[in-house]
């Protein structure tokens, strides 16, 4: 039997329940209606019904005299005969005229459902509903493979899947056959049924037998086979992360990450925003439990902003939320153990924080937004490899008008980012209509922002993000930068303790 013959099946039962139940309820309220209706008119002629009863000498007598002069039946007599004096009051006369008045308006309902199949099939779906909000709770026993020869991931399709989760922490995969390929210029697929204050927040491709690895803000690392996460189409807003992974009330996901194998020579790079920085193998990810694990020892009042997937002989690019940039190599931070605290990536002065950083890809861009909703780009080839904890150099000239850097990522022209402000305003565009500017300019304005308003994060999804990348330092498809800071009434002398060049 098919899932829709039972469907079928089960909705003609309930149609023929509904139809029963309505023929007998319509019967019943017509039997009230008939007596009501002797009654009014017993009521309407009261001192003639008076005098006829006191003129019989017996019941019978009278229930065939009442029948006879009135034009009633035998049960409107019969009622008329079994009613208490106390009914002849005015009170007792509004309530048989209300309630004939009630029992005509069901007895016209009922026939009105029984004559139109669509009323009863719009009330077979008012009762599932009433059922699902008064005994929907949730599944209280959990089902899990039986014990088997075959693996669970034996039985499933490796296909590639978009995985997306919004600011608000909804997560979601979607078969990317969802999504079907456009032209370049076109407006683009990549939306989802999220709130109005939620805005996407990462998307990236994935094969369905992937590992995603996600990343806090505490420094910690779960993870989750990528067929676990729940499969919606692409408008459903996504299912809570709070019940796919462990976390707690105060934590946030700030990275995710698809891994294909764990037997691959590659590195996690993990960034923070005060600066420190570590590379990982891949393998000490591999064996993950379910309550998560350390990825990074933090300072109390320290964050794990960003994590890049690496191979070794790459550069990196970190700028600061004050405007200076530093390029260098991979190599200048040896390989450590999951728990280890990491090294300095930059020399930041006490108030500053990272604002982004990101893996070198020849021939890119760096694109940098401010707070206040400035942004450019600039060519990589401007930023010389230097030796790590450096000051580095200046990458954006800011000010008051500008406010500090959010977000620095590199991107392709063909890109596309997404700024959210804390109002809840979003800005779509393609990175090819933010300016290209050399390192020492303050950009454009890229997003209107009122007063009291700032940006508090951006989200850039990536050129053929419908597609497995190929390249793993890429894998990324999305990815967001905030400060989680709200803005200065002015900023410092932003030269004061910076050289131009180290």
């Known amino acids: ?92 006369r509004q309530k048989i005229e209300d309630e004939h008045r009630e029992v005509t308006e069901q007895v016209e309902y009922l026939r009105g459902l029984l004559a139109d199949k669509y009323k009863q099939l719009a009330l077979i779906k008012d009762d599932l509903i009433y059922l699902k909000e008064r005994y929907g709770d949730e599944r209280r026993s959990e089902i899990i493979p039986g014990s088997a020869d075959l693996s669970i991931e034996d039985m499933i399709r490796d296909e590639d899947v978009l995985i997306s989760i919004t600011q608000r922490g909804f997560i979601k995969r979607t078969p990317v056959s969802a999504y079907r390929i456009q032209a370049r210029g076109g407006r683009g697929l990549i939306g989802m049924g999220t709130r109005e204050e939620d805005a996407l927040e990462h998307l990236f491709a994935a094969g369905s037998l992937n590992t995603i690895l996600f990343f806090s803000d505490k ?131 006490e108030k500053d924080r990272i604002a982004g950083a990101d893996v070198v890809t020849p021939g890119d861009d760096l694109m940098i937004i401010t707070e206040r909703g ?75 922002i009122r007063d009291g308003d700032h940006i508090a994060s951006v989200a850039v999804v990536r050129e053929g993000s419908l597609s497995k990348p190929a390249d793993p330092a890429l894998n990324g498809a999305a990815e967001h930068s905030s400060n989680g800071h709200t803005p200065e009434a002015f900023l410092p002398d932003l030269d004061e303790g910076f050289d131009e060049e180290e």
């Not at 829709?4 to 309820?25: C, D, G, M, P």
């Not at 009442?66 to 034009?71: A, G, I, K």
């Not at 009330?249 to 194998?261: F, G, N, Q």
């Not at 305003?425 to 050399?438: A, D, E, F, H, M």
Request: glycine fraction near 6%.
């Open 374 to 448: 400035f942004g450019k780009r600039t060519p990589l080839s401007e930023y010389r490899q230097q030796n790590r904890y450096g000051q580095g150099v200046r990458a954006m000239n800011l000010g008051t008008l500008t406010g500090k850097i959010v977000s620095a990522r590199v991107v392709t022209r063909d890109d596309e980012v997404t700024c959210i402000s804390v109002q809840g305003l979003i800005l779509r565009t393609s990175v090819n209509n933010i300016s290209k500017q050399g390192r020492m300019s303050r950009g454009v304005r890229v997003m209107d």
């Open 219 to 349: 420094g910690k690392v779960y993870a989750q086979k990528a067929y676990e996460i729940p499969e919606l189409d692409r408008t459903a807003k996504g299912r809570s992360l709070m019940n796919l992974l462990p976390l707690m009330p105060d934590e946030k996901i700030t990275v995710a990450l698809p891994v294909h194998s764990f037997d691959d020579v590659e590195y996690l790079t993990l960034i923070t925003r005060r600066g420190k920085i570590k590379r990982v193998e891949v393998n000490a990810f591999a064996n993950v439990r379910s309550t998560g694990l350390i990825a990074m020892n933090l300072e109390e009042d320290d964050e794990l902003g960003w994590v890049k997937m690496t191979r070794g002989e790459q550069d990196l690019i970190v700028v600061s939320e004050w405007g200076q940039g530093i390029r260098f190599s991979e190599e200048d931070v040896r390989a450590m153990g999951r728990t280890a605290a990491g090294v300095y990536a930059m020399r930041l002065l």
């Open 1 to 92: 039997l098919s899932l829709k013959r039972a469907l079928q099946i089960y909705i003609e039962h309930r149609l023929n329940v509904i139809e029963r139940r309505t023929q007998f309820e319509l019967d019943k309220a017509l039997r009230r209606q008939h007596i009501l209706e002797g009654l009014l008119k017993a009521l309407s002629h009261l001192d003639e019904v008076i005098a006829t009863i006191r003129a019989s000498a017996d019941v019978e007598i009278a229930r065939n005299n009442l029948m006879s002069q009135f034009d009633l039946t035998e049960v409107q007599a019969q009622a008329i005969l079994d009613m208490q004096l106390r009914r002849l009051a005015a009170l007792e």
